[in-house]
T-cell receptor, first 110, second 114 residues
Framework: AQRVTQPEKLLSVFKGAPVELKCNYS??????LFWYVQYSRQRLQLLLR??SRESIKGFTADLNKGETSFHLKKPFAQEEDSAMYYC????????????FGQGTTLQVKP | DAGVIQSPRHEVTEMGQEVTLRCKPI?????LFWYRQTMMRGLELLIY????????DSGMPEDRFSAKMPNASFSTLKIQPSEPRDSAVYFC????????????FGQGTRLTVV
């Protein structure tokens, strides 16, 4: 079964502390993994995708196929990073749909 | 482009009433998705269209839910009759490709059924 698991509903850190938002997936083929972010009262938007190997707003995520994980990391959290983060998996083939985890709320305290 | 446009932004209705949510995808995008967001279950895919044709509606919870896409620039999600457990934020998203490589989301419709 295709599934995305984000074990933490809420992650609270102080400004300047490192952040790691956990994401594990279950997928039988080769997945495409994404992180989406939703700031307060704003629309859901794509943060980064694993195939791009990019760093956006200081965030990075590495796909670990052995551990079936795609954790989102940032070395120094900022208050403006406070938001809801969703890990998502794309099923390849003709379905083309995104399967989301339940989301993790990141709260960065001053 | 204004992005994916959803209306209304907020909807409060009484149990048993019909509710219609609307979505205008980004011009030129050929895939459209409807998602539901709840505290308990997070984001769930309800249905998606490719070139106006429903491809996968396995996420539609029950017969009370229906979705249409009469043309490339408009889609509706209808709930009839509505129930309190339908209260959620409903997101519409569109993608420029038939396969999801990047989906742009609307701001959502917050539905409250009392």
């Amino acid at each position: 079964a295709q599934r995305v698991t984000q074990p933490e509903k809420l992650l609270s850190v102080f400004k300047g502390a490192p952040v790691e938002l956990k994401c594990n997936y279950s997928y039988s083929g080769s997945p495409e993994l994404f992180w989406y972010v939703q700031y307060s009262r704003q629309r859901l938007q794509l943060l980064l995708r694993h195939i791009s190997r990019e760093s956006i707003k200081g965030f990075t995520a590495d796909l670990n196929k052995g551990e079936t994980s795609f954790h989102l990391k940032k070395p120094f959290a900022q208050e403006e990073d406070s938001a809801m983060y969703y890990c998502a998996l794309s099923s390849r083939g003709n379905t083309g749909k995104l399967i989301f985890g339940q989301g993790t709320t990141l709260q960065v305290k001053p | 482009d204004a992005g994916v446009i959803q209306s209304p932004r907020h909807e409060v209705t009484e149990m048993g009433q019909e509710v219609t949510l609307r979505c205008k995808p980004i011009s030129g995008h050929n895939s459209l998705f409807w998602y539901r967001q709840t505290m308990m279950r997070g984001l769930e895919l309800l249905i998606y269209f490719n070139n106006n044709v429903p491809i996968d509606d396995s996420g539609m919870p029950e017969d009370r839910f229906s979705a249409k896409m009469p043309n490339a620039s408009f889609s509706t999600l209808k709930i009839q009759p509505s129930e309190p457990r339908d209260s959620a934020v409903y997101f519409c998203a569109s993608s420029p490709t038939g396969m999801v490589t990047e989906a742009f989301f609307g701001q959502g419709t917050r539905l409250t059924v009392v």
